[in-house]
């Protein structure tokens, strides 16, 4: 069996489960590094389908504080209604007293034999035709050195002259994505996909810049088998020292399978020279 990035650990008690705290789980520079947003969101997942035993259908994050390795989060599910076909849940993610992040979800399942979608996946080229890029401060051992990339459109990197790199037109990122460990992809997965929305500030103001997530929100469409998938981030503003975007993401043979959003604090790390 494949070596999963994300690995939750039950408890005696079916409402509380906890994380393990790694390098592979963790962003930021030596030293001061912090659980990647996307991971919150992605433990809150799981531990939401298993206590409920039902798929998510939208699962929203809102990032408190920052969780350090090697500590443990713990995360306390409630299921305030629990319907015949749907589940109204929450997740506190915290380490010790320090509350981390909190998770809001519907979970559930019904019949129906309508299923279309009008939002098209971008004409790109496929993975195998597209530059690998990595994160400027990617290192094998945190979690950008576990996702592979590949980028379709737009730029991602600082490398180069700001004349090379100008401010995007319309603030689109295209990249192609897939996890190194060849698991699955789940709605877990998708949610630490989702949370790369702030690596499209940088490409879309054309500075070397990101931010920290404030939220992540993503709403799960139509799980497929697939080994990449398709992430296509637009930054809708930046203003006021915060910014807003999206992402669509999509399996190979061109399924939507999950649509995702965030505020940001951006964070300029110097422009181009």
């Given at each position: ?211 920290n997530s404030l939220d992540n929100t993503i709403r799960i469409v139509h799980l497929v088998p697939t080994d990449w998938v398709l992430c296509d981030i637009f930054i809708h503003a930046v203003h006021g020292g915060f910014g807003h975007g999206a992402m669509r993401l999509f399996a190979e043979d061109g399924t939507l399978m999950a649509t995702a959003s965030q505020s940001v604090i951006v964070r300029r790390h110097g422009e181009l020279?």
């Amino acid at each position: 069996m494949a070596r999963r990035i994300l690995d939750l650990k039950s408890t005696h008690n079916p409402h509380r489960w906890y994380l393990p705290l790694e390098e592979s789980l963790c962003v930021g520079p030596p030293g001061r590094a912090f659980m990647f947003g996307g991971v919150g969101l992605a433990a809150g997942i799981v531990a939401l389908e298993r206590t409920c035993a039902r798929p998510v259908i939208w699962a929203t994050a809102q990032y408190l504080s920052f969780a350090r390795p090697p500590s443990v989060v713990d995360l306390d599910v409630r299921v305030p209604v629990q319907g015949n076909s749907t589940s109204q849940a929450r997740v506190i993610g915290h380490v010790g007293d320090a509350e981390i992040f909190t998770v809001n979800a519907a979970l559930g399942a019904r019949p129906g034999d309508i299923s279309r979608h009008w939002v098209q996946a971008p004409d790109v080229a496929a993975p195998a035709d597209c530059p690998a890029v990595q994160h400027w401060r990617a290192d094998e051992t945190d979690l950008h050195g576990q996702i592979e990339l590949r980028l379709a459109r737009g730029r991602y990197g600082f490398s180069g002259t700001a004349a090379a790199y100008p401010p995007s037109e319309d603030g689109r990122l295209v990249l192609w994505m897939r996890p190194k460990t060849g698991e699955p992809i789940d709605a877990a997965m998708l949610a630490i996909f989702a949370d790369h929305v702030p690596s499209g500030i940088g490409n879309a103001l054309g500075i070397h810049a990101g931010g920290n997530s404030l939220d992540n929100t993503i709403r799960i469409v139509h799980l497929v088998p697939t080994d990449w998938v398709l992430c296509d981030i637009f930054i809708h503003a930046v203003h006021g020292g915060f910014g807003h975007g999206a992402m669509r993401l999509f399996a190979e043979d061109g399924t939507l399978m999950a649509t995702a959003s965030q505020s940001v604090i951006v964070r300029r790390h110097g422009e181009l020279k």
